[in-house]
T-cell receptor, first 111, second 112 residues
Framework: EPEVTQTPSHQVTQMGQEVILRCVPISNHLYFYWYRQILGQKVEFLVSFYNNEISEKSEIFDDQFSVERPDGSNFTLKIRSTKLEDSAMYFC?????????FGPGTRLTVL | AQSVTQLDSQVPVFEEAPVELRCNYSSSVSVYLFWYVQYPNQGLQLLLKYLSGSTLVESINGFEAEFNKSQTSFHLRKPSVHISDTAEYFCAVSDRFQKLVFGTGTRLLVSP
């Protein structure tokens, strides 16, 4: 069964460093999303992406964040200069029809 | 703006007992409603969804949820739980633009 994959599973970085979180969505899906879940809090929407451009973004998704689909398979989330409060689990999702399929997440720890 | 409220952060229950996980939503437009389950160290898996039609929807593993528009609720129920149902359950709402708005989650703890 096809699934969304994410790498790495855990990323530890120093404050101020850039990180890139990678996702491989399900191959025939056209809509892609990033969500995050700070420990003990709810899952929050960050950004949606369709047809090689951002279709919607939340107020969390400021200038420090960017997304890219560099080739036909990968979908990346970049955080330019990480802050302590960026520590969270980041989930990628891809959608077909009305169902979003989630990856296992990347746990980002900013020290 | 849409929002989801899951009042119960944790629900302990004995194996084979019935359970109900509550979910209320707020939205000014027509909604789609979802329940996702998250097992330890795993991603979110869709459990069931309401898009239109019958207000009672069922999953393959015995869960069901009923969309109640007048009460703006989408409670999740199972008549007899198993140990393996222990997980975090998230209710979510979306509109036609499709981003999901999640509740804070309910941890279901099933004990023997």
């Amino acid at each position: 069964e096809p699934e969304v994959t994410q790498t790495p599973s855990h990323q530890v970085t120093q404050m101020g460093q850039e990180v890139i979180l990678r996702c491989v969505p399900i191959s025939n899906h056209l809509y892609f999303y990033w969500y995050r879940q700070i420990l003990g809090q709810k899952v929050e929407f960050l950004v949606s992406f369709y047809n090689n451009e951002i279709s919607e973004k939340s107020e969390i998704f400021d200038d420090q964040f960017s997304v890219e689909r560099p080739d036909g398979s990968n979908f990346t989330l970049k955080i330019r200069s990480t802050k302590l409060e960026d520590s969270a689990m980041y989930f990628c999702a891809s959608r077909v029809d009305n169902e979003q399929f989630f990856g296992p997440g990347t746990r980002l720890t900013v020290l | 703006a849409q929002s989801v409220t899951q009042l119960d952060s944790q629900v302990p229950v004995f194996e084979e007992a019935p359970v109900e996980l509550r979910c209320n939503y707020s939205s000014s437009v027509s909604v789609y409603l979802f329940w996702y389950v998250q097992y330890p160290n795993q991603g979110l898996q869709l459990l069931l969804k309401y898009l239109s039609g019958s207000t009672l929807v069922e999953s393959i593993n015995g869960f069901e949820a009923e969309f109640n528009k007048s009460q703006t609720s989408f409670h999740l129920r199972k008549p007899s739980v198993h140990i393996s149902d222990t997980a975090e359950y998230f209710c979510a709402v979306s509109d036609r633009f499709q981003k999901l708005v999640f509740g804070t989650g309910t941890r279901l703890l099933v004990s023997p």
